[in-house]
């Protein structure tokens, strides 16, 4: 399986971005999806996830309402919509597929590369 991530890049507090995420080699819309960052001497976290189907949707409460995640199964790709971006946004934005909630979770596949996210104030 393969994760292929993009669509970051630097941005003004307040701008927007749109990351795509590309999988390839896996039942793709079997799985729940998320995306999940990782800023420099932080643990990763997982801050938006769907469920297989895209009936569901979930984020931490830190992006709540600016953050929007979605999924085209037919192209076997997952969306991130950021609007309003915060400084304390800036990390490396990965997506894989996984299981368990926001709190607790696993994933399935070796991660991919991500895409750099940075905020500036």
């Known amino acids: 399986v393969q994760l292929a991530e993009s669509g970051g890049g630097l941005v003004q507090a307040g701008g927007s971005l749109r990351l795509s995420c590309v999988v390839s080699?896996?039942?793709?819309?079997?799985?729940?999806m998320g995306w999940f960052r990782q800023a420099p001497g932080q643990q990763r976290e997982l801050v938006a996830s769907?469920?297989?189907?895209?009936?569901?949707?979930d984020y931490v409460d830190s992006v709540k309402g600016r953050f929007t995640i979605s999924r085209d199964d037919a192209g076997n790709t997952l969306y991130l919509q950021m609007n309003n971006l915060k400084p304390e946004d800036t990390a490396l934005y990965s997506c894989n597929a996984h299981w368990g909630t926001l709190r607790l979770w696993g994933v399935l596949h070796d991660w991919g590369q991500g895409t750099q996210v940075t905020v500036s104030s």
């Open positions: 080699g896996s039942t793709f819309s079997s799985y729940a």
């Open positions: 769907i469920t297989s189907g895209g009936g569901s949707t």
